[in-house]
């Protein structure tokens, strides 16, 4: 999993798309596996980021569910139904889904995006680059897919942290106070035996946000504790 939440939830139901945008997803600690599917989803959606209920409308889960199965055609009810799975964690089911409805739009940025993080929270990590990669080929600016496809890099089974500190660093490009990328590139280095960049990079984060609760994690992950 990433070391650290870049997105967060975005689901606009209102609006009749919901796609689910973050991989590491704030979901409630009473859900149990004698659960089914269905009340899972229904308790996630009723709380919110805080864990405290939520006024207004839900949507009919059930309704979206059968109406994925029954209407394969229908891209924004394959994507509902994928962020469904996602909200609870079910990213085999949700990644099914999402492949539907893009086989349907294979160019959509942000279903692809949301396919990406989908991957990356059940640990395909090349899958995730290249979905990532396929976003940011369209979208080159989106700085939340960068850091997360820098960081399949590092999480990989056969790391490539050259790429990872690349990516890291076009990142920091752009936004310099980016706290993730910041903490991520230390890590990187880490890994890589370059301890003094690490410890360089720890400061950028330190000066960049001294209140940052990630200053203390970092100096734990790169052994500075």
Aim: proline letters at 5%.
């Amino acid at each position: 999993m990433r070391d650290i939440v870049i997105g967060g939830i975005c689901l606009v139901l209102g609006l009749g798309i919901g796609f689910w945008g973050a991989n590491t997803l704030n979901r409630p600690d009473s859900l149990t596996s004698e659960q089914s599917d269905i009340q899972k989803m229904a308790a996630v959606q009723s709380m919110g980021p805080n864990g405290q209920p939520t006024a207004g409308l839900q949507p009919d889960i059930g309704q979206v569910l059968t109406a994925a199965e029954q209407d394969p055609n229908d891209f924004v009810t394959q994507m509902k139904a994928g962020d469904l799975y996602a909200q609870i964690g079910k990213f085999d089911k949700a990644i099914e889904f999402y492949q539907k409805g893009l086989a349907l739009r294979p160019d959509d940025v942000q279903g692809n995006l949301v396919l990406a993080n989908a991957y990356f929270d059940s640990a395909q990590f090349e899958n995730a680059a290249a979905a990532y990669e396929k976003v940011l080929a369209a979208d080159p600016k989106n700085t939340a897919a960068r850091t997360d496809l820098a960081t399949t890099f590092i999480e990989r089974g056969t790391p490539d942290l050259d790429r990872a500190i690349t990516e890291f660093r076009t990142v920091l490009e752009n936004q310099p106070t980016n706290d993730p990328a910041l903490f991520n590139l230390a890590v990187a280095y880490s890994k890589k035996g370059d301890q003094e960049a690490a410890k360089a990079t720890l400061l950028e984060l330190e000066k960049a946000n001294p209140t940052s609760e990630l200053i203390g994690r970092l100096r734990q992950r790169i052994g500075l504790n």
